[in-house]
């Protein structure tokens, strides 16, 4: 098992920052892959950001591209998301999820095993 915990949402006006953090324990050296993900009201749950665990590889969805960062550490078995530029149609309630099987598909939410309880970002106009 693998416990994930998100924090660091809240409310934000457009233009602003927020770094949500994704910090996992339990048996953490089953996981391939860490990513974020959202969700919005009526909308399907989609990839924000991707990290390999061990590699350190990152992957980004196209509508966040250039504004977030995704980033990893080790010591704490942690991850963060660095959002900048912050845009209404970014609100949604955000989760972490981990893979544990090996085959990562950042675009197949179905392919992550274990997940957080979310974290509400917020973004006024």
């Known amino acids: 098992q693998v416990q994930l915990v998100e924090s660091g949402g809240g409310l934000v006006q457009a233009g602003g920052s927020l770094r949500l953090s994704c910090s996992t324990s339990?048996?953490?050296?089953?996981?391939?892959?860490l990513g974020w993900f959202r969700q919005a009201p009526g909308k399907e749950r989609e990839i924000v950001a991707g990290?390999?665990?061990?590699?350190?590889?990152?992957y980004y969805g196209d509508s966040v591209k250039g504004r977030f960062t995704i980033s990893r550490d080790n010591a704490k078995n942690t991850v963060y998301l660095q959002m900048n530029s912050l845009k209404p149609e970014d609100t949604a309630l955000y989760y972490c999820g981990v893979e544990v099987d090996g085959y990562i598909d950042y675009s197949d939410p179905r392919k992550f095993d274990y997940w957080g309880q979310g974290t509400q970002v917020t973004v006024s106009s």
């Open positions: 339990g048996r953490t050296s089953r996981i391939y892959a």
């Open positions: 990290i390999g665990w061990n590699v350190g590889r990152t």
